[in-house]
């Protein structure tokens, strides 16, 4: 009878571990907005799949640029990250590359950790959604009252006595005086149970750019911030917030279903170059924006923040220029990060190359 209540627990432990490693049990470091349906979710969980394979292999590339030349070439194309060998023949990043070197290093890693790991990168906030429309907020005006997270009136706490004056509302600017003053609009979620404040203009819309409207947005983030007490009222926070908008999620024929669905034939047979731009998933909307998202770093009362992986280039031939003639930028741009990742794994997946923007063979030894 003692023997078995040894092995009892046990037994029970190692059945759970098979039923996790049966299961797959690898969630994806978010939750889901009512906005999004079953199969909106279902394709989201693809691409989130397919992101990990892709930050992988990324990951793998920035660790061993000392012996793989296919990882060199592919970051000094698309991130404009320059090579030198060594007197002992080893490769090393040259010294003009060392500060963008390291901001390389970190997205990368931050975007491996979120998408392997579920652990947050600096200033991001727990637990973070992923939404499938961007109509979740609508503009209000200072002189409103300010609402809780269930959408209800705060009541007013005085001044002198500190005493809550239970069914008397508070002015909204009263609670948020330095957005107030600074310029800034509120807007009120629902669907977050929160406020967000931007610069003036129509952000009603989060998956459309008020700036170029007739742009299709395939995607967006948004950084989240903690809930605190902004003079003598809770404040909600929110998680960090990416977008997966309706043109993404119906599909586009620019991109291609699945990851490596196209395969990598070099070139076509029309004898046209088979560019990486032919193959980039839609998944990879994904995974750009997960560059976006790790890469804010934001004070804990700023609630106005900006990534600092913008976008300067989306168009591969863009993306190639942005590394060879302006690398600071390159190494600032999220798509320059995404099509680098989509390179080194199809370079690896099928032994070609894609340094030039598109097929090419592979000129050398595999290390």
């Known amino acids: 009878m003692d023997l078995q209540r040894k092995i009892l627990p046990l037994l029970l432990l190692l059945l759970f571990y098979i039923f996790i490693a049966g299961t797959g049990v690898d969630a994806a470091p978010w939750t889901y907005g009512d906005s999004c349906t079953a199969a909106h979710r279902s394709r989201i969980e693809l691409w989130y799949t397919e992101s990990q394979t892709l930050i992988t292999s990324a990951s793998q590339a920035i660790s061993r640029v000392a012996t793989d030349q296919v990882a060199r070439k592919h970051l000094t194309a698309y991130l404009g990250i320059g090579f030198t060998q060594g007197a002992d023949e080893v490769w090393s990043v040259d010294k003009a590359s060392q500060v963008r070197w390291k901001k390389v290093q970190k997205y990368i890693r931050r975007a491996d950790r979120l998408l392997n790991q579920g652990v947050l990168a600096p200033a991001m906030v727990s ?37 809550v004056l239970e069914g008397v509302p508070v002015e909204l600017s009263k609670i948020f005086d330095e957005e107030h003053e600074s310029g800034l609009e509120p807007w009120w979620s629902q669907t977050l149970g929160t406020y967000m404040f931007e610069k003036p203009g129509d952000y009603s819309n989060l998956c459309t750019n008020p700036a170029r409207m007739e742009r299709i947005v395939l995607g967006r983030s948004v950084a989240g911030h903690d809930s605190e007490k902004r003079n003598g009222y809770m404040h909600t926070g929110h998680g960090f917030l990416i977008f997966m908008c309706p043109p993404i999620l119906r599909g586009l024929k620019k991109y291609t279903p699945t990851l490596g669905s196209k395969g990598a034939q070099a070139p076509f047979s029309d004898g046209t170059p088979n560019y990486l731009s032919n193959v980039r998933p839609h998944s990879a909307t994904l995974l750009h924006e997960v560059f976006h998202a790790v890469s804010v770093n ?46 080194y794994w199809y370079s690896m997946e099928y032994q070609i190359a894609y340094y030039p923007g598109y097929v090419v063979a592979q000129d050398w030894v595999k290390p």
């Open 127 to 163: 637990p973070g959604m992923v939404l499938c429309d961007g109509n979740i907020r609508t503009r209000i005006p200072w002189s409103s009252a300010a609402l809780g997270k269930d959408g209800l009136p705060l009541s007013k706490i005085d001044e002198k006595t500190k005493e």
């Open 298 to 343: 934001q004070d804990k009362d700023d609630f106005v923040t900006d990534p600092e992986l913008l976008d300067f280039a989306y168009d591969l031939p863009d993306i190639l220029s942005l590394a060879a003639s302006k690398p600071r930028d390159a190494v600032r741009n999220a798509e320059s990060y995404t099509m680098f990742c989509l390179a």
